[in-house]
């Protein structure tokens, strides 16, 4: 079936960067929209980015101007490139991506496993 893996998370000092990384795999026949969300620890999981299959982008406004979404079609992955992180983006890092595994099953919502991203000096 559809799977979606996160890749990139770690520990990294105020002002540093990451990039994580979203894979999808198994059968798909298209992919739609794809996003990144965040879940600070006892928070709930709120929007970080989103891109569509033509590339449009937005972001929440906490991230505008430091982190960068991007998606490889060829690929089926989405990445969230991160600078000038802040302590305040520490959270469990989560892909989302809205797929039809096939062209007769309607679009459905994926997530990942999440990833952990810790901003601390």
């Known amino acids: 079936q559809v799977q979606l893996v996160e890749s990139g998370g770690g520990l990294v000092q105020p002002g540093g960067s990451l990039r994580l990384s979203c894979a999808a795999s198994g059968t798909i026949f298209s992919i739609n929209a794809m996003g990144w969300y965040r879940q600070p620890p006892g928070k709930e999981r709120d929007l970080v980015a989103i891109i569509t299959s033509g590339g449009s982008t937005n972001y929440a406004d906490s991230v505008k101007g430091r982190f960068t979404i991007s998606r490889d079609n060829a690929k089926n992955t989405a990445y969230l490139q991160m600078n000038s992180l802040k302590p305040e983006d520490t959270a469990v890092y989560y892909c989302?991506?809205?797929?039809?595994?096939?062209?007769?099953?309607?679009?459905?919502?994926?997530w990942g496993q999440g990833t952990q991203v810790t901003v601390s000096s």
């Open positions: 989302n991506a809205d797929i039809r595994p096939r062209s007769y099953i309607r679009l459905q919502r994926y």
